[in-house]
């Protein structure tokens, strides 16, 4: 009890203080961080199956979220960290730490109506985020709150449904309408194509560091919410929830890969190529087989810690030139040469390259659809192909173009950030029995292996 206690409560209770501290953003940012960072230990101590009744609902610690929340805490404290050196508005820090506290309650939380409902809550603390304490348009910030407003009808009602078919198992009408409602819900939440605008909206004008938090946070605790509910709901094997994931995670990763290409700054490139990443993750978990769902645990997590990366190299780019326009990185790596450095190695753990991050998840998960429909492979080939095609372009101007300056601008604090996060996507990609090993014992716990 006490465990589950400290997570949810601590966040909540510091972003208060964090809060009056918001003009000071380095003291703010660094004190969430800390909070955050300290918080992973509570996370990974916490016993499986911890049980705590609050309001007289039950939250339970399970082993899945034991595996998924002190990696979410651990890069969302390297976030934070960073914006102590990089500020990314005021607003970033003490909203953060609500929204991580929001979220672990979606995340333990067994009734799956009021989950489903706090995590769009948690998501929608992005709105304050986007704006950052800056004036100025609102366009994208207000087109991310419709959105997610929009989405919170399908998402409860979909919980609602699916414990409505756990009670009611003979149910014959309510199946398909679960399926619709999670389907839209699920699809929106995670930015799937065409239901994609809320991460591009943060993309395209937010502080990169948000869309960073953005997938760390909300997107990873809605990938793990729906393998929750693929895996305790047997009732979904009798619809075509397999085919809509199948079918929407091919779209999807092929739709954004090609979106990609032309997008004229690095923030649109990366949300759309976080987003094809998606795509591989969903057809992992359309075709159910064990191979394919350790393949997506993986690549949850190399998903998470790439886009860290890549939101990092943003913002160093975005602080230190006029903005992130693809033309105005020409040469960039003679000054800033950490985050040119990070943004090779985040695009070639994003694009699924061998010795990164992304490449162990992707070569489950290949292995997996190869085995039951080769045209399912081939697609998400050529959506990887495009995604890396894409950033080495970026690779291209930031190396080999006519340099536009003299002198490393970088300061010390961002460097070892990054070289953290770097060295967490070179160990998830060189040694990645590490995590292997770990994820094989959940899915055994969970019953998928024997």
Known sequence: MIWLSILIGMPLVIAGPIYLLRRFQKVSAWGAALVILALVWVAW???????????????????????????????????????????????????????????????????????????????????????????????????????????????????WLTEFMIANPGDTNAPVLAVFCLALGFGSLLSIVPLHLRLTAIGEEAPP?????????????????????????????????????IMGGLITALAAAA????????????????????????????????????????????????????????AIFRYYIPGDEVSLLQGISIRLPGASIGLVIGALALGGFPGFSGFPGRWLVYQAAFEVNPVWGYGMMIAN???????????????????????????????????????????LGVVPFLFVQPLVEVLRMLRVLP
């Not at 809605?222 to 619809?239: D, H, K, M, P, Y």
């Not at 949850?300 to 990092?312: D, E, G, H, N």
């Open 209 to 245: 560091a948000v869309l960073g938090l953005a997938v760390v946070t909300a997107q990873t605790v809605g990938l793990v919410r729906l393998v929750e509910i693929l895996l305790s709901a047997n009732w979904l094997r009798q619809t075509n929830a397999s085919e809509l994931l």
């Open 259 to 314: 979106m990609s290409l032309p997008q004229p700054n690095l923030g649109r490139i990366l949300a759309h190529s976080a987003t094809s990443d998606l795509g591989a993750i969903l057809i992992a978990l359309g075709v159910g087989s064990p191979v394919a769902l350790l393949g997506a645990l993986l690549m949850v997590l190399s998903r998470a810690v790439a886009v860290t990366l890549l939101a990092i190299t943003s």
């Open 45 to 159: 101590q916490a016993p499986v199956d911890t049980v705590f009744v609050l309001l007289g609902r039950t939250l339970r610690y399970s082993v899945l979220d034991h595996l998924a929340l002190p990696w979410i805490l651990l890069l969302t404290g390297m976030l934070l960290a960073f914006s102590g050196s990089v500020p990314q508005g005021w607003s970033n820090a003490p909203f953060t730490l609500v929204s991580v506290g929001i979220l672990t309650v979606a995340l333990v939380l067994e009734n799956l109506t009021l989950a489903m409902v706090f995590l769009l809550a948690g998501s929608i603390l992005n709105t304050f985020l986007i704006q950052s304490g800056r004036h100025g348009s609102t366009r994208n910030a207000m087109a991310f709150l419709g959105l997610t407003v929009l989405t919170l009808p399908p998402m409860a009602l979909g919980g």
């Open 385 to 427: 192909a495009l995604i890396l095609a894409n950033f080495f372009r970026l690779v291209r101007v930031t190396y080999y173009n006519e340099p536009v300056g003299q002198g490393s601008e970088e300061n010390r604090v961002t460097l070892l950030i990054l070289a953290v996060i770097i060295i967490l996507v070179l160990i």
